[in-house]
C-alpha cells in the first residue's frame, strides 16, 4: 500500500481532480480489518474532463510512469481522440500498476460531492465503493464487501 502513496500525492500536488475507489482505498478505511489482503494495484476515478486528464498523465510521466490507452502510449500532448470512448488510462512504474476512469459508473459529481480527504488523499465515499464493487460483481470483490459487512 504504502508504494503508491508517493504517486498519489504528485497527482495530488499536480491539481488532478481523482478519488480513490477499489481496495486500495478500502484498506485506507479499514486497516485492520484488511490486514494482508493482497493489492494487486491500485484505482482512481479522474474528474471526466480532458485538461484533467491531461494533468495526470503528465504528473504520471514526470515521476517515470508509463501510461497507456487501450495498449496505445500515450502522453499529455496525445490527441483527443485518444480519449475519447476509451474510458481509463492504465499507468505502470516497474510492478507497479495505477488504472485512471474517467468514465465511471457513479456520475463524477455525486462522487466529487461524498469524497473524503484522507492524509492528504481524495477517497471515494465508502458507499461508492461498495456500490462499484457490487456492479464489477467478481467473487472477490463480493466477498471483500461480506468481510467488511458492506
Known amino acids: 500500500m504504502e508504494d503508491y502513496l508517493p504517486i498519489l500525492r504528485s497527482l495530488h500536488r499536480s491539481g488532478v481532480n481523482y478519488a480513490v475507489i477499489g481496495t486500495w482505498a478500502l484498506k485506507a478505511y479499514f486497516p485492520d480489518a484488511m490486514g494482508e489482503y493482497a493489492l494487486h494495484d491500485c484505482d482512481l476515478v479522474l474528474a471526466p474532463d480532458e485538461a484533467n486528464v491531461r494533468r495526470a498523465i503528465a504528473a ?62 481524495w477517497l471515494a465515499s465508502v458507499t461508492d465503493i461498495a456500490t462499484l464493487k457490487r456492479l464489477k460483481g467478481t467473487a472477490r470483490d463480493l466477498d471483500l464487501l461480506r468481510i467488511l459487512g458492506l
Open 60 to 121: 504520471l510521466n514526470a515521476e517515470g510512469w508509463e501510461t497507456r490507452v487501450w495498449d496505445e502510449c500515450v502522453d499529455a500532448g496525445s490527441s483527443s481522440a485518444d480519449f475519447i470512448g476509451k474510458y481509463y488510462v492504465r499507468a505502470k512504474h516497474g510492478d507497479l500498476v495505477l488504472d485512471l476512469t474517467y468514465e465511471c459508473m457513479i456520475d463524477w459529481a455525486q462522487m466529487e460531492a461524498t469524497r473524503m480527504l484522507f492524509d492528504r488523499l
